[in-house]
């Protein structure tokens, strides 16, 4: 079933609103998935933290924002997905290289790096 989403900041929006990640938050065989995706086609930008320190970004590209504070940890799932596959700002569209669930596999382990950066450090 194909998106119909405008590829601009309504359309987020509304993907944020009609689009549910088809992959539940403890799937842990989805998010591992999500992970190996994540490495091979984020890290370079975001990092394997999601802080936005990639080693593009250590090299000067302007860095994208962080996965893990500010408003992406606030986006719904949806949100997410539209930028996966429609880009936004300096990153492109992944809709290409990315399949449709591993898009959605990819949100769920970015879910899980905001999860542990939100945690109280460890004694």
Not at 5 to 25: I, W
Not at 54 to 67: D, E, H, Y
Not at 70 to 99: C, E, K, W
Request: net charge positive; hydrophobic share 35%; aromatic share 6%.
């Amino acid at each position: 079933k194909p998106v119909r989403f405008e590829a601009d900041t309504a359309g987020a929006e509304r993907a944020g609103r009609d689009l549910v990640n088809p992959f539940a938050a403890d799937d842990g065989e989805a998010i591992a998935r999500g992970r190996q995706v994540y490495e091979t086609f984020c890290v370079t930008c975001h990092g394997t933290g999601g802080r936005g320190d990639g080693p593009v970004a250590r090299r000067g590209v302007p860095p994208p924002p962080s996965l893990v504070a500010g408003r992406a940890p606030t986006l719904a799932d949806g949100h997410l997905f539209h930028i996966l596959t429609y880009g936004q700002n300096n990153m492109a569209s992944y809709a290409a290289q990315v399949g449709r669930e591993d898009r959605w596999r990819v949100i769920l382990h970015v879910r899980s790096l905001q999860a542990r950066a939100a945690a109280p450090a460890q004694p």
